[in-house]
């Protein structure tokens, strides 16, 4: 027999992923802190930026710490008006400026 008739076919199906359990009130918890969100979009963001992760970014003129850039953009705006906005991010260095 051929080799490639031996192979088994090719499947065309997406590997299943494990879809989270949704409560009784429609919300999708977090399986790590029990937070609940409406979207389960917002908990997969909440798992992969949030949730068991360090505060990495900082600003730059008060130290003030965060898990997520926009959180720092939103502080220096209201907290240090005038200056420009960037964060630091506390992993590599780098600055992170704000588009205007």
Do not use: W
Request: aromatic share 10%; charged share 30%.
């Amino acid at each position: 027999a051929h080799r490639d008739s031996q192979e088994k076919p090719l499947s065309l199906r997406r590997p299943s992923r494990k879809i989270p359990t949704v409560t009784s009130n429609g919300r999708y918890p977090c399986p790590k802190c029990m937070t609940d969100f409406k979207y389960l979009f917002d908990l997969t963001r909440h798992l992969k930026f949030r949730c068991g992760q360090e505060a990495r970014f900082m600003c730059p003129y008060c130290g003030q710490k965060s898990k997520v850039v926009y959180s720092l953009y939103r502080h220096i705006r209201s907290k240090h008006r005038g200056e420009t906005v960037y964060v630091v991010n506390g992993s590599n260095g780098e600055k992170h400026v704000a588009r205007t």
